[in-house]
């Protein structure tokens, strides 16, 4: 059977494939500035320019039992990640994304479908991150 590999982040693959679906949506990245301010007496502040800001970008994953994974072991992984503060670099369709490496910055479950003995059937996972520069 052929595997789409969408990209990763880190050992966790993004894929679509008949033997697994692991993917993302509503995939957004944020970028800002950095600016000071300088107080002027009698007249408005002076803004300057100080660099580029660390990106954050955030997407939602979801988890089906149906689609040949375990919604919690996929869950427990990310949780790992993200307490670990592991840099991870963060990959989609064959290109990096940003400077470098990405940390995991919030993770939010929702445990969406379980059945009757606790087996968790269906989850999202929300994630954040942030570029992370040595």
């Given at each position: 059977m052929t595997m789409s590999k969408i990209g990763s982040l880190g050992t966790?693959?993004?894929?679509?494939?008949?033997?697994?679906?692991?993917?993302?949506?509503?995939?957004?990245r944020n970028s800002a500035g950095r600016f000071a301010k300088h107080d002027i007496i009698g007249q408005q502040p002076k803004t300057q320019f100080l660099g580029p800001g660390l990106d954050t970008i955030s997407f939602t994953m979801w988890f089906d039992a149906r689609f040949k994974l375990n919604p919690r072991k996929e869950l427990d992984k990310l949780k790992v990640i993200e307490?670990?503060?592991?840099?991870?670099?963060?990959?989609?369709?064959?290109?990096?994304?940003?400077?470098g490496l990405w940390v995991i910055t919030g993770l939010n479950q929702a445990w969406t479908k379980i059945d009757n003995v606790g087996n968790v059937l269906h989850a999202t996972a929300a994630v954040s991150l942030e570029e992370y520069v040595e």
């Open positions: 966790v693959v993004f894929v679509v494939s008949p033997e697994a679906i692991r993917t993302f949506q509503d995939f957004t307490r670990a503060g592991k840099a991870l670099p963060l990959i989609i369709g064959g290109k990096s994304i940003g400077t």
